[in-house]
């Protein structure tokens, strides 16, 4: 018995109450209270495993962002272990069970392996985050050694280390695959200043965007809002951001192959380009999204009437659509209020749906038709630019919000 | 204990616990004031100087007070938790023991004496009214369940009074055999963590004057009676023992253990900093220190037991096993 032994569950407690940033500290505790009493190969081979498991997994999350899970369990949950602990230590520690163990005869006895174990399986059964989660896991991984190197079971300390090795592996993908990473953004004296809005909670957006460290080695399509909210906030640089009351005046009279074009154009002049827009875009359909919205834009803008660059940007990035396209003229009339909006939102997850890899953001690009819903009883129409805006929107406050 | 209890020795116990009890006093406000700058590092709020505690104190002295109904009660209240406070301050071992054969008090009369403190620091706010009468009655409720939460490490000090527990403590190392000591040193410092209404804050006192002195004089002291019994439970053996061989070293022992009384203060007031910065709802805090203490100091207990009834079995085996051998080998030696 050394203070080794008893501290090893109180930080598996810790883990349990605080996560995953105590398990380090456990995983020290725990080589010492295994190196402490023997120092037998078996030993030092179940510490060097211990703080491997303890120390690597915790490096490796703090080179993500926090993922900011709301956790709903409360702060009972300690006590919870602490209470199994007890009984535990109820039915291993009393005499009669002593009795058997002629190890640990005449000496104060915890079965300190079998409480981290506990303690870990609390925090995996109890707690909500993923990480924790894995601390759980963690934390189990070194109770069992522990308990196997305290009683020299050498089946146990390499199944233990293989089992560690494989829940280490899989915590560690999927950490890599929901969590984005953290991006430093350098100290910019002037740049952040004119425009506040940019500044989310964690990182730059701007500077996530075009050429920043990619979140997870794919391409600038990961990030979604701050993808759209450059579109957006070129359109804000180039001209007004809302809406000209006229538009929508406009919007309500023409057909449906007009309510797709720009509305800034005269119906005279959009039917021919929007013609030719639909014909490229239908060639270039397959391609990606970039591409399409970097060639069609100055094609489509120099065929057509000098449209303004934003609408065209957003135009082509909504006329990649091919379903769209093949809409017919007649049921598109009755459609166009209510599907419009969610097709597009729809065939924009689809088509990046592909590309994302992380969950939160598969999430917020397909919970997008949902808001559309309220709206879809409205009955002005809404033009592309009013769309892209709120996507843009939501997106942001969806990035703000996950980042408070 | 080599020798009796000599008149020379009593005197310097005497010496001892009358220092060791102005220390304190003279202590507390300041260990409450370094906590609290602490937690205010902590949590990035820029606090009052160690000193500055001192400071209200000295300064709420000199204060005419404002006389409320219900006054009288209050400050008969304050200079009872004050009494009872300083009581348990000197029955509490801050560097030395007292040496064997000096009345000394048992663990449950100490843990009494500072409950009952407790109990009548929140009198006031009950008693005052206002705003404070909820949370004055939340604090009542949880310093009346304390005792019974303390029950397990009562049990492990059992019936034999502090010093010789202490004493008896002192041979076993803290890294060693002495760690389910360690433990219910754990429980009973969790008995100061998490007080107050809000992280950081203690709860607001509408008393004015001196009584409002007085009541946070009392208030500390409490605080460090508590920290100073889990740092000697935990680590007795920082603790001088009379008696056992010259005055000499004796005194070099207090000077040693002096200078790690005020080491574990400096690790209790970080720890006490690290517990302030979970932000619990009132109700929750109280659930949370009682289910702590009692959890923790029935492990401890647990842990410490099962040592010693394994002990104590194995000796009664082996004693039952030394007379039936020597009962056959009677018989043996009989037979033939």
């Not at chain 1, 409360?74 to 209470?83: E, R």
């Not at chain 1, 020299?152 to 560690?164: D, I, P, R």
């Not at chain 2, 900093?273 to 009692?294: E, H, S």
Request: aromatic share 6%; charged share 15%; with cysteine.
């Amino acid at each position: 018995m050394t203070l080794a032994v008893i501290l090893a569950p109180l930080l598996a407690l810790c883990v349990v109450a605080r996560g995953i940033g105590f398990l380090p500290a456990l995983g020290v505790v725990t080589a010492v209270a295994m190196l402490v009493d023997a120092r037998a190969p078996l030993q030092e081979f179940g510490a060097v495993c211990v703080v491997l498991f303890s120390v690597l997994p915790v490096w490796f999350v703090s080179r993500y962002q926090d993922d900011g899970a709301r956790e709903r369990t409360g702060p009972m949950v300690p006590f919870l272990a602490l209470g199994l602990m007890v009984i535990l230590q109820l039915a291993t520690g009393t005499p009669a069970a002593m009795g058997e163990a002629p190890g640990h005869a005449g000496a104060a006895y915890l079965p300190a392996g079998l409480c981290v174990a506990l303690a870990g399986l609390v925090a995996v059964t109890c707690r909500q985050a993923m990480v924790w989660q894995w601390a759980g896991l963690l934390a189990c991984v070194d109770g069992v050694m522990l308990s196997g190197v305290i009683e020299n079971q050498v089946m146990v300390v390499g199944v233990t280390a293989l089992a560690g090795c494989v829940v280490a592996l899989l915590g560690g993908m999927c950490v890599h695959r929901v969590m984005l990473r953290v991006a430093v953004a350098p100290a910019q004296s002037g740049a952040g200043a004119d425009r506040p809005s940019a500044r989310s909670g964690g990182f730059e957006l701007g500077d996530v965007e075009p050429t920043g460290p990619e979140p997870r080695g794919l391409g600038p399509e990961a990030v979604v809002a701050p993808r759209i909210w450059t579109e957006a906030e070129a359109a804000a640089e180039d001209e007004e951001p809302l809406p000209r009351p006229d538009k929508a005046t406009k919007k309500a009279v023409p057909s449906d192959g007009d309510a797709k074009a720009d509305v800034d154009q005269p119906p005279a002049e959009t039917s021919e380009p929007q013609d030719k827009r639909a014909s490229y875009a239908g060639t270039v359909a397959s391609d990606d999204v970039e591409t399409v919205k970097q060639n069609d834009v100055p094609d489509a803008s120099n065929d057509a009437a000098k449209p303004t660059e934003t609408e065209s940007t957003e135009s082509g990035v909504l006329k990649t659509d091919p379903s769209e396209d093949a809409l017919s003229e007649d049921d598109a009339e009755d459609r166009k209020a209510g599907m419009d909006p969610a097709a597009v939102s729809a065939a924009e997850a689809s088509d990046k749906a592909p590309e994302h890899t992380s969950d939160t953001e598969a999430s917020s690009a397909t919970d997008q038709p949902e808001p559309f819903g309220p709206e879809e009883a409205d009955p002005v129409p809404r033009t592309p630019e009013m769309i892209a805006r709120d996507v843009w929107l939501r997106g942001y406050l969806t990035e703000r919000g996950r980042d408070a | 204990m080599t020798h009796d209890l000599t008149w020379g020795w009593s005197f310097a116990a005497l010496l001892a616990l009358a220092l060791q009890t102005v220390l304190m006093v003279l202590a507390a406000p300041w260990f409450s004031g370094w906590v609290n700058r602490l937690a205010g590092r902590l949590t990035g709020e820029h606090r009052f100087l160690a000193g500055g505690r001192w400071q209200d104190i000295h300064h709420q002295f000199r204060r005419p007070g404002l006389r409320q109904r219900g006054d009288g009660l209050s400050s008969l209240a304050c200079r009872g938790a004050l009494i009872l406070a300083v009581f348990a301050a000197c029955m509490t071992p801050v560097f030395t023991l007292v040496p064997a054969g000096f009345p000394a008090p048992g663990f449950f009369l100490l843990c009494s004496a500072l409950v009952g403190a407790s109990l009548l620091l929140g009198l006031p706010l009950v008693v005052q009214g206002g705003t404070t009468t909820l949370a004055g009655y939340a604090a009542l409720l949880a310093d009346s369940l304390l005792l019974p939460a303390l029950v397990p490490v009562l049990v492990m000090a059992g019936g034999q009074d502090f010093s010789a527990f202490l004493a008896h403590l002192r041979q076993l190392s803290p890294v060693g055999d002495g760690a389910p000591f360690v433990l219910m040193g754990v429980a009973l410092f969790l008995v100061t963590a998490w007080k107050g209404r809000q992280a950081g804050a203690e709860l607001p006192c509408q008393l004015s004057g001196a009584d409002r002195a007085l009541w946070m004089l009392a208030t500390d002291c409490v605080q460090l009676v508590w920290i100073t019994l889990a740092g000697d439970v935990a680590w007795a053996s920082s603790l001088a023992l009379p008696g056992e061989s010259g005055v000499e070293p004796w005194l070099a022992q207090c000077l040693a253990g002096g200078a790690f009384w005020v080491a574990k203060l400096a690790i209790a007031a970080l720890l006490l900093a690290g517990t302030q910065l979970m932000v619990l709802t009132f109700p929750r805090r109280a659930r949370v220190r009682l289910a702590a203490v009692f959890l923790l100091g029935l492990l401890a207990w647990q842990v410490a037991y099962a040592g010693q009834s394994a002990a104590v079995g194995q000796d009664k085996t082996a004693s039952a096993q030394d007379e039936q051998d020597s009962a056959w080998s009677d018989e043996g030696n009989t037979t033939p």
